[in-house]
């Protein structure tokens, strides 16, 4: 996507990892947002993502960090959810006095809610806003509730991304399968999808979980887009409104 104008950028290493800052230049606010970039946990980048990260800069204000973590299937879990991790410890020490939001689509929000789920006793997460989160690895979901139409994330994929990801680790432990995770006292959720993709019925599980547990919780279902559709921010009205909202969200609580 294209960039923002008026957005700087700055490259740095956190714990280790190398990470991208966004910041727009009228900015303000001291708050953070780490930014975790989606691609099935085998592609993807801090700077393959710059366009949607000027974008939450420009809106929000806030600084954005965008980091790299390590990829399938040369590093299966738990190296990338810990290169994670380890960056927002350091973001941690970096802005003590700075409330952070989480935001990543499809790989990138699974490894959003897996961190907020480590972190929650903290304090430090204050809302999570996740596109079209894959939170089960254990096959337990029904994705037959209605037809799938997606182009991007086949049904068919998600058994090799286990292999590669999951590898020989327990599919049902919360840091991989989110959704198995203790959701008392979780962060303020904020979750898009497209209603014909196949990760529709993780976004659908991961609100009734928030549901279960009191968590202010939002839901957008939009049908005929497609697979993580609002990281296209400014791109489209109905993609810019979205990202308006996320900011709106995220406001109320830091």
């Known amino acids: 996507m294209p960039k923002e104008k008026g957005v700087k950028y700055k490259k740095i290493q956190l714990n280790g990892t190398k990470a991208l800052v966004s910041e727009y230049e009228q900015a303000s606010d001291k708050n953070v947002i780490l930014?975790?970039?989606g691609g099935g946990f085998v592609s993807g980048s801090a700077l393959a993502s710059k366009g949607y990260s000027s974008m939450l800069a420009k809106y929000s204000g806030c600084r954005v960090i965008a980091v790299n973590y390590s990829l399938a299937p040369e590093?299966?879990?738990?190296k990338g959810f810990n290169d994670c991790y380890n960056a927002f410890l350091e973001i941690t020490r970096l802005y003590p006095e700075a409330k952070i939001t989480l935001v990543g689509e499809s790989a990138g929000a699974n490894l959003c809610l897996a961190l907020a789920l480590k972190v929650k006793e903290m304090g430090k997460v204050c809302c999570v806003l996740v596109h079209s989160?894959?939170?089960?690895f254990t096959g337990s979901l029904d994705r037959t509730e209605h037809k799938v139409d997606d182009f991007t994330v086949k049904e068919g994929c998600l058994k090799p991304l286990n292999q590669?990801?999951?590898a020989d680790n327990k599919a049902d432990n919360p840091y991989i399968s989110p959704l198995f995770g203790d959701f008392r006292g979780f962060p303020?959720?904020?979750i898009t999808c497209d209603y014909n993709e196949t990760l529709y019925a993780d976004a659908k599980a991961l609100y009734e979980k928030c549901e279960q547990f009191k968590v202010d919780v939002e839901l957008v279902e939009v049908k005929g887009t497609f697979h993580a559709f609002?990281?296209?921010g400014t791109g489209t009205p109905e993609t810019k409104q979205i990202l308006e909202e996320n900011v709106a969200f995220m406001k109320k609580y830091i």
Do not use: E, L, N, Q
Not at 133 to 136: G, Q, R
């Open 188 to 190: 303020p959720t904020y």
């Open 230 to 232: 609002a990281t296209i």
């Open 133 to 136: 989160p894959i939170v089960d």
């Open 75 to 78: 590093c299966a879990f738990p």
């Open 164 to 166: 590669i990801y999951v």
């Open 35 to 37: 930014y975790i970039h």
